[in-house]
């Protein structure tokens, strides 16, 4: 029992995989082909347009390689510690994204994936587009802009490469980055990709592999192999290739050693060669040419059953968000008004707080200045009935003064002055009174003035809004060192007829500007390599990746074979 197992363990080998998006690791025979772990791996992550990806190794010599889908696993030549360690990667690029790219699943890795060579420096970025492409990276991560969520610091480092030419601090970058995310907020996490894609295909080293070569004369040249064909570049300028041969222009590719042969599909055209410095560099670039030039021509033909299944699938899909997506859309601004109803519902109750309260102490000073006044009539009363019983007491004693004439001098004379103090008592009250009549006339005025003032106001101070609401490949390439290739020479050739993405919109173009006026005072010119110098050339004169294509085509294929052979 325990010999079965240990005969069985050394028959199986543990394959660890690196996807885009997760760490894979499976049990899988040694001398299992590698299209069964292919099939393993998209089978686990859901992946059904196979035809874009491979799965690449470190072969013996430490160069990346892909897995021969047709041989063994144990049949590769891994380098020391990295057996069956792999990498499932994007191998092959779609001319247009937003066309080809069906499943949300083949768009995150090709996300993920351009992203990184675009860090790595693998694909060349102007520094504008690439805050441009931040801003996207920030609402895959985050989701739309929200200033209530919008996090308040970023890691620059994995979202801008080549900052050191600039005197712009991780707070400046911050800033610059969170106003281009501020202009996201109804963006959905697949159109961010997808739109990240459209801007970075393109960039003009994007999906481009590139081989070093020499042509017939030993003139070091790079080979660049891409969706749209061959393309011959100087070995200093990788912007910007001389020389280019769509796929529909080649029949037929092979090789011999270090020799590689392109037979052109022009008869006029004579075949030519290149030279590499390893016969498996000349594998490596037949495979890929051998992929790219079958997608080329099946773009240029009716979709498969499989593909229009696929599509019909995800426009379904696509239709169902975007129909959830307005949806949510509409409650996020019906919340927006419901909040801002609350904020202007919160001021004006604020405000008839601050009326109440100014009017509760209008009104306590007009209780008060009752009070006054009642307290000066209760004196004003008091006085009076004191005036009445001294007025009283005064004809008394008239009276009782004629009635004794016959009293003495003495008594006339007591009288008389008694007479005279109640006279002078009585003056003194009449004055008096008429000081508090002055007195009671000025606060009965300045009542009547309070009373004016208040009561043509009314105070609502319950307002409205109680029910406001608050809510918030899949074939490899044979073991033979030639290919014959479908020869279509009429096949359209719609790349020459495409511009880029943000020359479709004013206000991308108007923003780009923007960021680069204001990155260029930032910018430190003594630290500005080549490649950066050499795009700004390509900016000043014009030029564009679509533009570069149509000029490096130009003549037929017999011309710019010459052109390659003389170089």
Partial sequence: MIKDMLKKMKKTVKVKVITAESQLEFEMPKNAPGKDLFNQIVSTIGLREVWYFGIQYTDKDGNPAFLRLDKKLSSHEFADGHAYNFRFMVKYYPESVEEELIQTCTISHFYLQVKSDI??????????????????????????????????????????????????????????????????????TEEAMVQYLQIAQDLEMYGVETFPIKNKKGTPLVLGVDSLGLSIYEPDNLLVPKIGFPWSEIRNLSFHDKKFVIKPSDKTAKEFFFLVDKTK????????????????????????????????????????RETEKQRLNEERLLRKENEQKLEELKAEMLKKESDFAQMTAKMQAYQNKVNELEAMLEQERKAREELQSNQNKLTKMNKQLAEETAATQEERDRLRKER?????????????????????AKAEAELLKMREESSPKKSHVNGRGDNISQEDESDAVEDCNAKEFEVNINASRIEETRVTEVSKHQNLQKKLENLKSELNQARDESKMKDIDRRHEYNVREGNDKYKTLRNIRKGNTMSRVEQFESM
Avoid at 290 to 304: A, F, P, V
Avoid at 433 to 438: C, N, Q, R
Wanted: aromatic content about 8%; glycine content about 4%.
């Fill in 119 to 188: 860090m790595s420096g693998k694909i060349y970025c102007p520094i504008e587009t690439a805050v441009l492409l931040a801003s996207y990276a920030c609402v895959v991560r985050y989701g739309p802009y929200d200033p209530k969520t919008c996090p308040e610091s970023l890691p620059i480092d994995r979202l801008i490469h080549n900052r050191g030419q600039f005197k712009k601090t991780d707070k400046e970058w911050y800033e610059t980055i969170i106003e281009c995310y501020s202009e996201h907020p109804y963006m959905t």
């Fill in 281 to 320: 560099t000349n594998k490596r670039i037949l495979e890929l040419c051998t992929g790219n030039h079958e997608l080329y021509m099946r773009r240029r033909k009716t979709d498969s059953i499989e593909v229009q299944q696929m599509k019909i699938q995800a426009k379904e899909e696509r239709e169902m």
């Fill in 420 to 440: 005279d103090e109640v006279q002078r008592k009585i003056e003194q009250q009449k004055n008096l009174m008429a000081a508090k009549e002055a007195e009671k």
